[in-house]
């Protein structure tokens, strides 16, 4: 069986890498950014011909790869694995790492003629799990046969908790400006709503259909729409 280069099992070596990636985690990098980092970092510390990435789509139904450091097309363009299908899939449905010595003779396997055209052999595959939801798989190929030992898999563990928490994070950031937007295009609309009511004698729920009409003819948003309400009634008070 092949072994993961001595140098690569050096326990320096792997504090170094896991350091750079919690380094990362805490950056103000774009996440793209962070996760090819940790793809890339984790192929050098696993001895991996390729690692990759994948998350479980919106509709909770595929698995997509995100990351990889992998330069190959016929990997980094293969289709989708559903959840619960293929090796990643049964990980992500199960929340279980999975080892297999050789995929492209594992019938479990699904792309296994792409195995062989990449010459990819053995495979640790590790769910990424955050507050005990798996929000995606980690998956370390090797290019000769190789039967991981504990140690790997709790490394590669360990890398799959630090890219769930910064995908995790992100996402909190997004939902988070995404609801401060929100709350701002409310308070706009509902200010702009005062206006034309006082100007124009209407009703709270004449004002908003006359706003929303504009908005549609006009193809503006509704908060693009309320601001020029707004600026037209600062405006007026200039003049």
């Known amino acids: 069986m092949a072994k993961i280069p001595e140098k690569n099992q050096n326990s320096k070596q792997i504090i170094k890498a896991l350091t750079t990636i919690s380094e990362a985690v805490i950056s103000d990098q774009y996440l793209d950014d962070i996760l090819k980092l940790i793809v890339t970092v984790t192929a050098e510390v696993m001895g991996s011909k390729i690692c990759s990435l994948m998350m479980i789509s919106d509709s909770g139904k595929e698995l997509v790869v995100k990351a990889t450091q992998s330069i190959s097309d016929n990997y980094n363009k293969?289709?989708?694995i559903k959840v619960g299908e293929g090796i990643a899939g049964m990980v992500a449905k199960e929340a279980k790492?999975?080892?297999?010595?050789?995929?492209r003779e594992d019938?479990?396997?699904i792309n296994r003629d792409i195995a062989k055209k990449e010459k990819?052999?053995?495979l640790l595959s590790v769910p990424l799990i955050y507050k005990g939801k798996v929000i995606g798989v980690f998956n370390s190929y090797t290019a000769n046969p190789h039967n991981y030992s504990k140690n790997e898999v709790n490394i590669l563990k360990s890398v799959a908790n630090q890219?769930?928490?910064?995908?995790?994070?992100f996402r909190l950031v997004v939902e988070t400006e995404v609801i401060k937007e929100e709350l701002?295009?409310?308070?706009l609309i509902e200010r702009a709503k005062g206006i034309l009511m006082r100007n124009k004698g209407l009703s709270e729920d004449a004002a908003y259909?006359?706003?929303r009409k504009y908005s549609m003819d006009s193809r503006k948003t509704m908060k693009g729409i309320a601001e020029a309400v707004i600026l037209n009634e600062e405006m007026s008070k200039i003049s």
């Open 78 to 80: 293969k289709p989708n």
């Open 97 to 103: 790492h999975i080892a297999v010595l050789d995929v």
């Open 107 to 109: 019938e479990r396997y």
């Open 120 to 122: 990819l052999c053995s």
């Open 163 to 169: 890219a769930a928490i910064v995908i995790e994070n």
């Open 184 to 187: 701002e295009t409310r308070k």
């Open 209 to 211: 259909k006359f706003m």
